[in-house]
């Protein structure tokens, strides 16, 4: 398996509180993604990055940052959390086109 | 119109039977096609990659592609119960070979 761990796995948080999910990654590989998934939805990509401080926005970024000082880190921030953040996040890894490796996600709610 | 299209299901069949899982997409550019398999509380994981028209197999699964007809299938033969999962069609436009286009899944119950 892909080496790719999230944290935290679980969180609860109050709207309006900043939060922060970190992404790291021991397969050295360039692209790292953060999706969320939400029923009906489906996944939905929030931000990816193909290398150490280059990123870009998905089609769900409002709300959202992101950076990426190193190759095996990718961190997500919620400036101000609100009650639509709720959701599970899902951080993953890929070298070639198409073929992502995913992290066990982080389940987060706003209340 | 979503631009990647499968059946919600849920899809069920008896252990042992071949499941068919289907699914379609909009842009004609479309190059590549992934299947992923997501079971209940988990992630999702890839299991097959298809880029030319025709069938690919590998063990159980055979994907399917038809570009004329925009469509790309999975087939699981012998299905297992532990077989069950959700399983996530996802294409990559020729726009953005880094962004996946994804369905939204079929759900599968392979019975006993």
């Known amino acids: 398996d892909a080496g790719i761990t999230q944290s935290p796995r679980h969180k609860v948080t109050e709207t309006g509180t900043p939060v922060t999910l970190r992404c790291h990654q021991t397969e050295n590989h360039r692209y790292m993604y953060w999706y969320r998934q939400d029923p009906g939805h489906g996944l939905r990509l929030i931000h990816y990055?193909?290398?150490?401080?280059?990123?870009d926005k998905g089609e769900v970024s409002d709300g959202y940052s992101v950076s990426r000082s190193k190759t095996e880190d990718f961190l997500l921030t919620l400036e101000s959390a609100t009650s639509s953040q709720t959701s599970v996040y899902f951080c993953?890894?890929?070298?070639?086109?198409?073929?992502?490796?995913f992290g066990e996600g982080s389940r987060l709610t706003v209340l | 119109q979503k631009e990647v299209e499968q059946n919600s299901g849920p899809l069920s069949v008896p252990e042992g039977a071949i499941a068919s899982l289907n699914c379609t997409y909009s842009d004609r550019g479309s190059q590549s096609f992934f299947w992923y398999r997501q079971y209940s509380g988990k992630s999702p994981e890839l299991i097959m990659s298809i880029y030319s028209n025709g069938d690919k197999e590998d063990g159980r699964f055979t994907a399917q592609l038809n570009k004329a007809s925009q469509y790309v299938s999975l087939l699981i033969r012998d299905s297992q119960p532990s077989d069950s999962a959700t399983y996530l069609c996802a294409v990559i436009n020729a726009g953005n070979n880094r962004k996946l286009i994804w369905g939204l899944g079929t759900s599968l119950a392979v019975n006993p």
């Open positions: 990055s193909y290398g150490v401080k280059d990123t």
């Open positions: 993953a890894i890929s070298e070639e086109p198409g073929e992502l490796f």
